[in-house]
């Protein structure tokens, strides 16, 4: 019996190696999920999870997972509200910036990806938190030292879609780059 299960062990494993990376990788791809919102159809595969949405307001959620446990897991939530509606790129990044107490270091900027502008803002400073569930304006705040806030403006002819994150200033910016990609996610190629 052992003689039989040598050969056929050493068989898949040799046609393991035989198959090419590329045909791998299509394995990993096609774990890619996508989430709608608005016009534009967002990418995403592993660490990012999906999910459930407790707000008509939320076209999503993703969480992220680190695989380093002193980090914190973060979430990134995308908002839709119709042709017209959520507001421009300004009043949104005035209001973000304003959920942080005094002045929180702000940096912004806009990328062009396949001709279409992402507004990026990065926020970090004492982020004054609502309670789970509670309207963004509603009810007492909890400061948060030492927290950071990505936010993402997508301008879109049927209406501008909203990322937003926010979390341990550590946990966020080490996705930073990860959040870059899912925003710009509809646009490649």
């Known amino acids: 019996m052992k003689a039989k299960f040598v050969p056929l062990f050493f068989a898949a494993l040799a046609t393991f190696i035989a198959i090419p990376h590329s045909a791998r990788t299509q394995d990993a791809a096609a774990a890619e999920e996508s989430l709608v919102a608005g016009g534009l159809t967002f990418k995403f595969a592993k660490p990012w999870e999906r999910l459930p949405s407790n707000s008509p307001m939320r076209a999503g959620e993703l969480k992220y997972d680190h695989a380093d446990e002193a980090m914190t897991d973060v979430t990134v ?7 017209g509606d959520g507001g421009g790129v300004e009043a949104n990044m005035q209001r973000w910036i304003g959920q942080f107490e005094g002045t929180p270091a702000v940096e912004r900027e806009t990328a062009e990806v396949a001709s279409r502008e992402i507004h990026y803002l990065s926020a970090k400073g004492t982020y004054l938190d609502s309670m789970p569930g509670a309207a963004p304006f509603a009810g007492p705040k909890t400061p948060k030292a030492d927290y950071m806030m990505l936010g993402a403006v997508i301008e ?3 209406g501008s879609v909203f990322l937003k994150m926010t979390g341990p200033a550590k946990s966020v910016e080490a996705v930073k780059a990860a959040f870059k990609k899912l925003a710009e996610s509809p646009f490649a190629k």
């Open 77 to 83: 939530v995308l908002y839709y509200f119709g042709a």
């Open 156 to 158: 879109d002819e049927k």
